[in-house]
């Protein structure tokens, strides 16, 4: 594990696309009581699965939306078919439900360039997807960079340092997670305006989560442009920069037949640093 000391200086931009996964939706307190009709819906699966560069095993999650008249308690779809092809090698594998919901592989090896088919079959309902992997950018560093905001706060934020290769369009995307928790923001980042350039993207918190002493982890995927446009969208409709979209609706999966959330075959990178 690396140690980190933080450059402090005064920031007054913040990040592009760093915005919270969590609190969405926010309860404002008022006098006047306002009704509003809600419709119930037929719930939709919601699909989450990942292929990396690293040794699986891979998972692939599924589950259900509820009626916004239910409880907050989201079900797994269980005894479901989960298979996925690697379409260069023609291999095929059945993914073995470990819990309810959570579908894990057993042999598969994600490999660079290589495209990726996921089916689902699921009460009577088939659903696929398909993705294929960047090659992989080496992520140099992760440094560290204080900032003094305009309410003479103190934060720190990582800074992503890395060389994009020219002439080759790439969609990054990034997590961090302090002392094992991850922290619910979205970075992501493409390289239209940097193509080929050394970049030195900080990673702005919408609060300031890092303190000195914190463990921090940084995973850096290299993601195709459909998983890209899902991260986006899903950015903007949870609010960038303080902006709350006017029309919330579900970001565009690249899983078919309606369901909702994502399927993605990416390159991993990742740096540890001790903050001090």
């Known amino acids: 594990m690396r140690r980190a000391e933080v450059l402090m200086r005064r920031a007054e931009v913040p990040m592009r696309f760093a915005v919270p996964l969590l609190g969405l939706l926010t309860i404002l307190a008022c006098k006047k009581v306002v009704q ?30 509820v009626n916004f008249s239910a409880n907050n308690t989201f079900p797994p779809v269980t005894g479901a078919t989960v298979t996925i092809t690697d379409s260069n090698s023609g291999k095929t594998e059945q993914l073995i439900e470990v819990d309810s919901g959570v579908y894990l592989s057993l042999a598969l090896m994600g490999l660079p360039q290589h495209t990726y088919q996921l089916v689902v079959v699921a009460a009577g309902q088939q659903y696929t997807a398909s993705s294929t992997m960047p090659l992989p950018v080496r992520l140099d560093s992760v440094t560290l960079e204080g900032n003094v905001t305009l309410n003479n706060q103190k ?32 970075f992501v980042f493409d390289d239209r305006l940097s193509d080929g350039r050394y970049i030195q993207e900080p990673l702005f918190n919408d609060s300031s989560y890092l303190q000195v002493g914190d463990t ?22 949870a609010g960038s920069n303080g902006l709350q ?11 078919s037949n309606g369901a909702l959330g994502y399927f993605s075959a990416h390159t991993t990178a990742i740096d540890k640093l001790l903050i001090y």
Not at 163 to 178: L, R, S, W
Not at 218 to 223: A, D, I, K, L, R
Not at 245 to 255: A, F, K
């Open 216 to 237: 921090l982890q940084v995973t850096m995927n290299c993601v195709d442009q459909n998983t890209y446009n899902y991260y986006y969208l899903l950015a903007n409709v």
């Open 155 to 186: 934060e720190i934020n990582a800074v992503v340092n890395f060389q994009d290769p020219p002439g080759i369009t790439n969609y990054y995307q990034f997590t961090e997670a302090v002392d094992g928790r991850v922290i619910p923001d979205i």
């Open 245 to 255: 979209s006017t029309t919330p609706v579900n970001p565009t999966s690249n899983i």
């Open 36 to 65: 509003v009709d809600l419709v119930d819906v037929t719930p939709r699966i919601v699909i989450e699965g990942n292929i990396t560069d690293r040794p699986g095993p891979y998972q692939v999650l599924l589950g259900q939306t």
